[in-house]
């Protein structure tokens, strides 16, 4: 009876859980830093608007920055459906 008592927290321990979950899903953080990236882009570029008013530049670039987290989330969505698909039945068949 010299069995280690349950630790709910061992993973925790080891890695922080964004870690694991950017393991677990790589798209994400690419979909959060074309976010940011957008973010930064648009205020370097808010004094080159032109004659566009403020509201308007804003919500051009809220659009923009909503789409690459939309193309991420598509591409990681097209990834696992790709994966899934073909390469996890190749994996099935061979351990049957």
Do not use: C
């Amino acid at each position: 009876m010299d069995t280690p008592p349950f630790d709910p927290f061992a993973d925790i321990k080891e890695e922080s859980k964004f870690w694991r979950k950017v393991k677990e899903n790589p798209i994400v953080p690419l979909g959060m830093l074309g976010f940011i990236g957008m973010g930064i882009h648009g205020a370097y570029n808010y004094k080159n608007r032109g004659k566009m008013s403020t509201s308007v530049y804003l919500m051009h670039l809220r659009v923009r920055a909503q789409s690459m987290v939309v193309g991420a989330l598509v591409l990681g969505i097209g990834y696992s459906v790709v994966k899934n698909m073909f390469f996890d039945k190749k994996e099935s068949k061979a351990t049957k």
